[in-house]
């Protein structure tokens, strides 16, 4: 069974960074694109970027990609993504998907 | 980037009858393979969006085939048949066609 398991809810300091994890199961983790998507309270979805976990190359929307950086450990099967210099537009849940499948997303929240 | 506009932005049906969601592409999402890259999620309060339809009109593992879509190269239907408890959410359109993904803005289906 394909799980993305992501890690917990972030408070966090406007201007500070986060990284969130989304680790992989079921699967060969290194045969799938990774893909991340944000969505803010109430709003819709928007795509952020994806990895090939395979060699490490990334796409990025370009309104992120001052904002995240994606990585990923092939020995751990885990995807990850950092935020930067976060606001309070930052605020929102992410998810993490390989196509079909969804981690359950984690909320990011920025506030002092 | 391509847009995706959805159509109505919500909708109250009565459980049992037929409900049609549309996404209007301001570009052609046949790609060069004659594949029609259209996909449609659906979002359950809560949770993690599915995937219900791929490539325009591809039910996805699992999916009743309640569901059904069908479209051109810009103009796309979702039709949700016998609606049912479970079938109450927000539904997304998206496209896979190039980097970056965009969704539509989604359509809230209620019950009467």
């Known amino acids: 069974e394909v799980l993305l398991q992501q890690s917990g809810a972030e408070l966090v300091r406007p201007g500070s960074s986060v990284k969130i994890s989304c680790k992989a199961s079921g699967y060969t983790f290194t045969d799938y694109y990774m893909h991340w998507v944000k969505q803010r309270p109430e709003q819709g979805l928007v795509w952020i970027g994806r990895?090939?976990?395979?060699?490490?190359?990334?796409v990025y929307a370009e309104k992120f990609k001052s904002k995240a950086t994606l990585t990923a450990d092939k020995s751990s099967n885990t995807a990850y993504m950092q935020l930067s210099s976060l606001t309070s537009e930052d605020t929102a849940t992410y998810f993490c998907?390989?196509?079909?499948?969804w981690g359950q997303g984690v909320m990011v929240t920025v506030s002092s | 980037d391509i847009v995706l506009t959805q159509a109505p932005l919500s909708v109250s049906v009565t459980p049992g009858e037929s409900a049609s969601i549309s996404c209007r592409s301001s570009?052609?999402?046949?790609?060069?393979?004659?594949?029609?890259?259209l996909y449609w999620y659906l979002q359950r309060p809560g949770k993690s969006p599915q995937l219900l339809i791929y490539q325009m009109s591809n039910l996805a593992s699992g999916v009743p085939d309640r569901f059904s879509s069908s479209g051109s190269e810009t103009d796309f239907t979702l039709k949700i048949s016998k609606v049912e408890t479970e079938d109450v959410g927000v539904y997304y359109c998206g496209h896979r066609l190039e980097y970056p993904w965009t969704f539509g803005g989604g359509t809230k289906l209620e019950l009467k």
């Open positions: 990895i090939n976990p395979a060699n490490g190359n990334t």
């Open positions: 570009k052609s999402l046949l790609s060069s393979k004659g594949i029609t890259s």
């Open positions: 998907t390989r196509s079909v499948y």
